[in-house]
């Protein structure tokens, strides 16, 4: 992907890629959606794929795969032991990231769900720059404790700081003198999930490193997202400006002891593992692997996957693959800004992110401002976002509400799967729905599990507000989808 330069004024990011197999989508009238998300209890999971247009909910496991992705599946070498396949893919591994050593596993929770077995005890620290639900999970569940150490800047929702998934380095230099005993690693999350894909610089990946090797601490990086993060190095950082991604990528990894992915975002396929530099470390994880992945040459994925990864990786080091998501994102995020829409700045990788806090500040938050977005989103646009505020909190043991620090909705864009003008509806269509915010109402719970009610939970509105979202539609776009 490029940004191109237009005769008429405008600058546009340019595919430099062809399509060569679609997949047909049906846009259903307004109608309809509201009907659909009615039966989906106004939760977008509940959604079935034949009522969503743009289905933006994640970037996980949902990417196009490129022609060579898909022609190296058809040489994937199913044996159960001393797979050809696995040795390709150990040895991509080793050619990027310098590695000796690699343990699959089926996805990027079970490698930390190996990673978290083998290093933390009860009453164990382990500071990152922010947690991501999976790992937090892990964690927690075996004692330890997460400390979230991101530099201020990382939690504004508006901002221009190019590197909001940064550190605090005086705070991390704090904890681990204070607590390096009780500390077994410090985790780096590039392309910082949960807070909008925001990146760290690469001069910041290498201070805290150095930080929690002096105080004799090992270094995991979480590189699911490692992508979006290099191409935002590449990009915004003075200090990197002359390395080529294989460069930054060799720079950031000499400083790991361990590197673990999900490869249904890292590669562009479905899997994960993790890549480490000492036979030690290799030695004190291995015998997880077996246990409760699969063999030590497949942890649970499938052979083709692993081939399609292989090739995945290497494309992973071409500034024109993993340009097109953050060049989309950004061009999403620009345009909703310059219609006075509410966004997340600057735009990260993953996705771009509506503030529902401002696109409805007369929503309550108790009647889940982040969820009635979703649904308001879906009906203008069968455009399916992921609910990320009070909804996905869970309630305090009393039963009352743990109301979140901010209410998002995440519309994700995986890669290489929309084009532009798929992108350009959803702006119009959010847009459009921006301007008539006041018809947005809020809602209520009619179930409400007692825990994951983001995945499970329905909902109704509180009045009958998406009545009046289908007039207005018609209203203003007539006959039109
Ligand atoms: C998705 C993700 C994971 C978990 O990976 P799965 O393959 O979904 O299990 C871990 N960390 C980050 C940053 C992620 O984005």
Redesign the pocket.
Known sequence: MAEIHFHNGEQLPLELHKVRIVQKLDLQPVERRAEAISEAGFNTFLLFNKDIFLDMLTD?GVNAMSDRQLASMMIADDSYAGSATFTRLTEKLKEIFGTEYFLPSH????A?NIIAMTFVRPGSIIPMNYH?T??KAHITRLGGIVEELLVDEGVKIESNYPFKGNFDLDKLERLLAEKHDIIPFIRI?A?T?LIGGQPLSLENIEKSADIAHRYGVLTVL?A??LQDNLYFIKTREEYAKDLSLREITRRISEKMDIIYF????LGFARG?GISIHSKELYLRMRELVPMFEGFLTYGGMSVREMEAMTVGLDETMDMDVISQGPLFIKYMTDELIRNNVPVVTPPGGLGCHLDASRFIPHVRQEEYPAGALAAAVYIAGGIRGMERGTISEQREPDGSEHLAAVELLRLAMPRRVFTLSQVKYAIDRITWLYENRNLIGGLRFVEEPSSLRFFFGRLEPVSPWPEKLIAAFRRDFGDSL
């Open positions: 996980s996805q990027g929770r079970a930390e991501f999976t790992t999350e392309g999930n979480d699911s997202l999900s490869g249904r975002k994960g």
